[in-house]
């Protein structure tokens, strides 16, 4: 019998019919397994040939041939893996028995599929999907064979085995043959194995699927389609994961598996097919056409990579015509099955995260009212419906998310953080944007956006919850978008621990980060001003009465401070406003108190020189707070507003003489315009290509003299007297308040802190010095430093002020002896020198002792009899001032301004100051009734005064 008895390597096929006698003896041999001439059992691959000749030959044995084969390829994989797990890493094709055979198989249907397409391919193709299928679920749990979650692996095995390479040219060879003209049936044995033996047959998915991708793609998403048809009533049921679905829809989990295997290498062919299928079936009146949607539901549901790609794409094409077609489409749908739908697709929104502020904003465009202007996506031609559906799906998205936040349990240390929302994870990122959506104040939407604002706050708190409120604070510009803090901020108040000390370190840190904008910087310090003088600032109490805002900003009282030195005007005015209004904390260390207290004085004195006295008021009441916070904060304001008023150009405000640059101090370099450096040489270019070399009277620099800066432009500096007098008057009557702190006269220990701070500003070597009166042998040795004192009386007007508002407690004067001590000293000596007639040839001098011994008498340093000798002065002759400034020294001398002179009345509330105690004052008086009677002609009317 031809063929029965053929070599190893005869061919698979005969290359003539076979007669019927022949014919017979193959069925035989193939039923039985023996030869018919000889009687012996047929060897495994001469059965597989006789199985090959039937197949080629007999038509109503292609089953059984087929069948048959089976056995041949799972021999031939069982022996692959056999010698792998021996050792042989890469076995031998020839070494297997029953290799050749298995490449004739190969060669013989690979001949038939060629020769007849539409009648073998879909046969053998589902004969070979099915087949590998069955062999890589059974061969799954072998040694060596990778899991199936390593899917490159297992197709390394796979494909490195010659009986599953084989099946799998096999299928492709079917699927080849007939992508041109209805590929579906072996696309459908395809899936059909999928569901069967997945996720072992994944390897075979994805290898197909990456050689025919096109016809892979659109092929299995139209055979899923059918079956959803198929399968579900009326085509437009969609099932939720994790409820009791229709277990005979299969092929869709194999649909989602395949086209999630070619998501990572065809992702745009994926979501273009995805696309035009959701398109073409809008408009379509055909049966599948209608279950497109819910299909395509279905599979966003069971796979979220389909969803997260398609989404974004599938926003854009949204226009209004696309919209008034979907609103048609689903317009006939029965109320409870419309009602699915939209329940189906708030899930896909909660639990979608891509592209999640796009579709937001999209659906807050689409539901907003027709008098809004709408932004892209709700075009003037939208269907009225839609606009009613999207504002449906919209509230009830927020409900859905409501649901999802608030249903989470708070978590124990021991357990996992709450799962999170996908939709508002996604949001995160985009907090700023929201914030910005939300203060346009867009009627409807705004209560939505505010809504969801706070649904995010609280999913993810507490970080999140500090950064809206941080975002609405400072990017609202109205006093209506600023309310928007405040009303989220007692939302979160009732869910959530207190957000509003977190927002404040949080924009306390970005402040210090240096990552806002000078005018949001700005705005947002403006902002916290203006809410914490509402009577109950971003709602509710909190400790002590004060607002909670203001508990939280108490505690950066010291970063906030450094604001006041910002380099922006705008800046450090709104700072300023914002700590005059903010609550100070009663124990503030003085490590935080000294800094806050320059600063604060450095923008007292910076508007002063601005000239405004709106941007003087903040100031004020800063520094006036900060001084009633403890008596050790009173003398610290009051020493830097001295040392500030008298130290470098900040004298000019009060018609001062500036001093030299190297006598600068740093609070008066911070507190003064700085003025940029200057260059002689640079200057003297512009007038010239360059300075003369030969030397000689054209060497001339023209800006000034070297070593004193540029020359003063001509009006530069000079303020009228209205402006000093002003200045001055503000300057008093803030050390003033300074000084009275809550009661309504100055008190002792403030008046000595400014005596203090004026002896260390005028004559620092001399602080701390004795209050004892010397003798005038012991005042010659300190002439220098008297000079010294009494020109910067003359360079500083604001002294005698200054001094009298210390005279005004009266044993505080007593501590600048050191200074009444020095200019009266100068006084004497000028006196005694000076040969003019009359004391108007020295105006200033006359001044200085009329107002000197003016403080002496106002405070009882001496007797009124002696105090109003100043009355005197500008009637009398230099030499007789002379003598009655001796007759005061001669006083002090005998009896010294001591603090222990003193007492203190309750009554009255003052200190008080016996004179009868201090002996006989009429042997001082001598001189004052010698110069009385010289002068009874023009001084008869006033010598009543001096006569005790």
């Not at 490195?160 to 060879?173: E, G, H, K, V």
């Not at 708190?461 to 006093?479: D, I, K, M, N, Y």
């Not at 005018?519 to 109490?541: E, I, K, V």
């Not at 003798?775 to 005698?800: G, N, S």
Request: with cysteine; glycine share 8%.
């Amino acid at each position: 019998m031809s063929g029965l008895c053929d070599p190893p390597g005869a061919a698979a096929a005969p290359r003539a019919p076979l007669s019927a006698q022949e014919l017979s003896q193959e069925v035989k041999a193939f039923l039985t397994g023996l030869d018919p001439v000889q009687g012996t059992p047929l060897s495994p691959p001469a059965h597989a040939r006789c199985a090959l000749r039937l197949l080629l030959s007999l038509p109503p044995a292609r089953g059984a041939a087929l069948q048959h084969l089976r056995g041949l390829f799972d021999d031939q994989v069982c022996s692959h893996l056999l010698q792998r797990e021996s050792g042989a890493s890469s076995p031998s094709p020839k070494s297997c028995p029953g290799a050749e055979v298995l490449q004739e198989a190969r060669r013989a249907l690979a001949e038939l599929v060629a020769t007849n397409p539409r009648a073998w391919a879909p046969g053998v193709a589902a004969w070979a999907s099915e087949l590998m299928g069955q062999l890589s679920s059974k061969y799954s749990s072998r040694p060596g064979v990778p899991p199936p979650a390593s899917l490159n692996e297992l197709l390394q095995l796979w494909m490195s085995c010659p009986a599953t390479r084989a099946l799998l040219d096999i299928y492709s060879q079917c699927l080849g043959a007939m992508a041109g003209s209805c590929p579906d049936a072996c696309v459908d044995a395809l899936l059909d194995t999928s569901v069967q033996h997945s996720p072992h047959f994944d390897w075979v998915v994805a290898h197909v699927g990456s050689s025919f991708p096109g016809t892979i793609i659109s092929r299995v998403l139209s055979c899923g389609l059918k079956d959803f048809c198929a399968h579900s009533s009326g085509g437009s049921e969609v099932t939720l994961p994790g409820t009791a679905g229709d277990k005979r829809v299969p092929k869709i989990a194999s649909v989602v598996g395949i086209l999630g295997h070619l998501a990572s290498r065809h992702a745009n062919s994926i979501k273009q097919e995805l696309l035009r299928m959701f398109h073409e079936s809008l408009g379509s009146p055909r049966e599948h056409h209608k279950a497109t949607v819910p299909f395509l539901l279905q599979l966003a549901l069971m796979s979220p990579a389909l969803l997260a790609a398609v989404s974004p794409e599938l926003v854009d094409s949204l226009q209004p015509p696309v919209l008034n077609q979907l609103h048609q489409h689903f317009s006939g749908l029965p109320r409870e099955e419309l009602e699915g739908v939209v329940g189906v697709v708030v899930h896909l929104l909660c639990h979608t995260s891509a592209g999640a502020l796009r579709t937001l904003r999209f659906l807050l465009a689409t539901a907003a009212p027709a008098t809004v202007i709408a932004g892209p996506g709700a075009g003037p031609g939208l269907h009225e419906g839609v606009r009613e559906g999207c504002e449906r799906l919209l509230q009830l998205l927020l409900l859905h998310l409501q649901k999802l936040v608030h249903g989470r349990s708070s978590p124990s240390l021991a357990e996992s953080p709450p799962r999170p929302v996908p939709f508002l994870e996604a949001l995160r990122p985009h907090v700023r944007e929201l914030c910005l959506d939300t203060l346009r104040m867009e009627r409807k939407r705004c209560l939505w956006q505010h809504q969801l604002l706070s649904l995010l706050s609280v999913h993810s708190a507490p970080h999140g919850a500090a950064e809206v409120l941080f975002f609405l604070l400072a990017l609202a510009r109205t006093p209506e978008e600023l309310s928007l803090a405040p009303q989220l901020h007692a939302g979160l108040r009732a869910v959530l621990p207190d957000p509003l000390p977190a927002a404040v370190t949080a924009a306390v840190a970005q402040i210090h980060a240096g990552r806002l904008p000078q005018a949001q910087l700005a705005q947002l310090l403006h902002n916290l001003a203006l809410l914490l003088q509402q009577p109950q600032p971003c709602g509710g109490d909190g400790d002590g009465g004060e607002g909670a805002l203001g508990a939280a900003l108490a505690k950066h009282l010291p970063e906030l401070a450094q604001l006041l030195l910002h380099p922006g005007e705008e800046v450090a005015e709104a700072a300023c406003r914002l700590l005059a209004a903010c609550p100070l904390p009663r124990a503030l260390p003085p490590a935080h108190l000294l800094p806050c207290v320059r600063a604060a004085v450095h923008r007292f004195f910076s508007g002063l020189w601005a000239g405004e006295a709106a941007a003087l008021a903040p100031g004020v009441k800063l520094l006036v707070r900060l001084s009633s916070v403890s008596p050790a904060a009173a003398k610290a304001v009051l020493a830097q507003l001295v040392e500030g008023a008298l130290g470098g150009h900040n004298a000019e405000l009060f018609g001062g003489t500036a001093e030299p640059s190297g006598g600068q101090d740093t609070l008066s370099t911070l507190t003064t315009p700085t003025t940029p450096s200057v260059s002689l040489l640079d200057t003297n270019r512009r007038f010239t290509a360059g300075p003369n070399a030969a030397g000689g009277v054209w060497s001339v620099f023209h800006a000034g003299v070297i070593g004193g800066g540029p020359k003063p432009a001509p009006g530069r500096g000079q303020r009228g007297p209205e402006e000093l007098s002003r200045n001055t008057q503000t300057f008093l009557s803030l050390v003033l308040r300074c000084c009275r702190g809550s009661g309504p006269a100055v008190g002792a220990e403030a008046a000595k802190a400014v005596a203090a701070a004026l002896v260390e500003s005028i004559c620092p070597e001399a602080a701390g010095a004795e209050l004892s009166w010397p003798p005038e042998e012991l005042a010659k040795a300190t002439v220098e430093r008297d000079l010294r004192i009494l020109r910067r009386f003359r360079q500083h007007p604001l002294l005698f002020p200054l001094l009298r508002l210390v005279a005004g407690a009266r044993p505080a004067l007593c501590y600048c002896s050191v200074l009444l001590r020095g200019l009266l000293a100068s006084l004497v000596a000028h006196w005694d020198a000076c040969r003019a007639s009359s004391t108007v040839a020295s105006p200033w001098h006359l001044r200085a002792s009329c107002a000197l011994v003016a403080l002496l008498a106002e405070g009882s340093l001496l007797p009124p009899v002696l105090g109003n000798m100043h009355e005197l002065f500008p009637e009398l002759a230099p030499f007789e001032v002379h003598l009655l400034l001796l007759s005061v020294w001669g006083y002090l001398r005998e009896n010294s301004p001591l603090p222990q002179k003193f007492t203190f009345q309750p009554e009255l509330g003052t200190f008080r100051r016996d004179f009868g105690r201090d002996g006989d004052v009429g042997k001082h008086l001598a001189v004052l009734h010698s110069v009385l009677h010289r002068n009874i002609h023009s001084l008869g009317l006033l010598a009543g005064r001096f006569y005790p």
